[in-house]
């Protein structure tokens, strides 16, 4: 499997000094190599960052020798039903509840995950097994139903107690994700610092600049409404200028949405895992 692979690549890959282009550069050659296409920007997420950071152009950020690192990555193979995945590594050795927080809660939502449960019934599953491990979930980080070209397809499958009543059925495609953090934490995150990751959320404005027009017709030509990186962007043009002028230009006129890096609330590390799984005749089926 493509996500296996990279995810043994990440274990190798995350280690101190190593610059955060090195990492995404790195995984996105991979996906290249598999001939497959990044669903979004890799997101390299670190501490109590919990998701949504990525490498900006000529990014000089190193990973550090403490660092928990979460890694979280996505391809498709141009039908834009991205394969989501993610994984934290710990190079401090002292964070193993959240990891496990994490990571077990999604192995015991998949072995219990079938066709007919509700989005309610999982979520109290996903909970239980968290706090067990002595950690609390992010609340407000969820796992999701993937459609094409919507990474988040409007159903929701939160990590705490919820009335969602919504059944699983056979051939949704399901991103089982569970976020953690330590009982000192709010279990919430918030917006912090610049963003670099942006996705198209209309069509219905003209824009007036050259810059503008050029830039929207890359974007729904390459990405559609899938996230996108300025850095991706500065890559393609050679112009952080014309970038910079036109992502201004679709921001205000509301044709893209911005994602700015999530922290947790009090500053409490955060650990993250996620899989993508396919319910096949009744059951799960892992993709990647």
Same mark, same amino acid.
């Given at each position: 499997?493509?996500s296996?692979?990279?995810?043994?690549?990440?274990?190798?890959?995350?280690i101190?000094e190593?610059?955060?282009?090195d990492?995404?550069d790195?995984?996105?050659?991979?996906?290249?190599?598999?001939?497959?296409?990044?669903?979004f920007?890799?997101n390299?997420?670190?501490?109590e960052?919990a998701?949504h950071?990525?490498a900006?152009?000529e990014d000089?950020?190193?990973?550090?020798?403490?660092?928990?690192?979460k890694?979280?990555?996505?391809?498709?193979n141009?039908?834009? =039903?991205?394969?989501?995945?993610?994984l934290?590594?710990? #190079?401090?050795g002292s964070?193993?509840? +959240? *990891?496990n927080?994490? &990571?077990r809660?999604v192995?015991?939502a998949v072995?219990?995950?079938?066709?007919?449960?509700r989005?309610s019934?999982?979520?109290?599953?996903?909970y239980d097994?968290?706090?067990?491990?002595?950690?609390?979930?992010?609340?407000?980080?969820?796992?999701?139903?993937?459609?094409?070209?919507?990474?988040?397809g409007?159903i929701?499958?939160?990590?705490?107690?919820?009335?969602?009543?919504?059944e699983?059925?056979?051939?949704?495609i399901?991103?089982?994700?569970v976020?953690?953090?330590?009982?000192?934490?709010?279990?919430?995150?918030?917006?912090?610092?610049?963003?670099?990751i942006?996705?198209?959320?209309?069509?219905?404005?003209?824009?007036?600049?050259?810059?503008?027009?050029?830039? =929207?017709?890359?974007?729904?030509?390459?990405?559609?409404? #899938?996230?996108?990186?300025?850095?991706? +962007? *500065?890559?393609?043009? &050679?112009?952080?200028?014309?970038?910079?002028?036109?992502?201004?230009?679709?921001?205000?006129?509301?044709?893209?949405?911005?994602?700015p890096?999530?922290?947790?609330?009090?500053?409490?590390?955060?650990?993250?895992?996620?899989?993508?799984?396919?319910?096949?005749?009744?059951?799960?089926v892992?993709?990647?």
């Amino acid at each position: 499997m493509i996500s296996s692979k990279i995810r043994e690549e990440l274990e190798k890959l995350v280690i101190p000094e190593m610059p955060y282009t090195d990492i995404v550069d790195t995984v996105e050659e991979h996906m290249k190599q598999e001939k497959v296409i990044p669903g979004f920007p890799v997101n390299i997420s670190v501490n109590e960052i919990a998701a949504h950071d990525t490498a900006a152009y000529e990014d000089k950020r190193l990973i550090k020798d403490d660092d928990l690192v979460k890694i979280d990555f996505g391809f498709h193979n141009g039908d834009g =039903l991205v394969i989501d995945n993610a994984l934290t590594i710990d #190079l401090s050795g002292s964070h193993g509840k +959240l *990891i496990n927080g994490a &990571k077990r809660a999604v192995e015991k939502a998949v072995k219990e995950l079938k066709t007919g449960i509700r989005v309610s019934e999982l979520s109290e599953i996903i909970y239980d097994a968290v706090v067990k491990e002595g950690v609390i979930p992010i609340s407000n980080l969820t796992g999701h139903n993937i459609e094409p070209y919507w990474i988040h397809g409007g159903i929701p499958i939160p990590t705490v107690p919820n009335d969602i009543d919504y059944e699983f059925k056979d051939g949704d495609i399901l991103a089982i994700e569970v976020f953690t953090t330590y009982e000192e934490g709010s279990g919430k995150v918030e917006d912090t610092g610049e963003p670099h990751i942006f996705s198209l959320v209309s069509l219905e404005r003209g824009i007036r600049t050259n810059m503008g027009r050029k830039l =929207l017709t890359h974007i729904v030509k390459e990405y559609k409404t #899938l996230p996108f990186s300025d850095r991706w +962007l *500065i890559q393609q043009f &050679k112009s952080k200028f014309m970038v910079k002028t036109g992502l201004q230009e679709l921001i205000k006129n509301r044709l893209i949405e911005r994602y700015p890096p999530l922290k947790e609330e009090k500053g409490q590390p955060v650990a993250q895992y996620e899989v993508t799984v396919k319910l096949v005749e009744g059951k799960p089926v892992e993709l990647g």
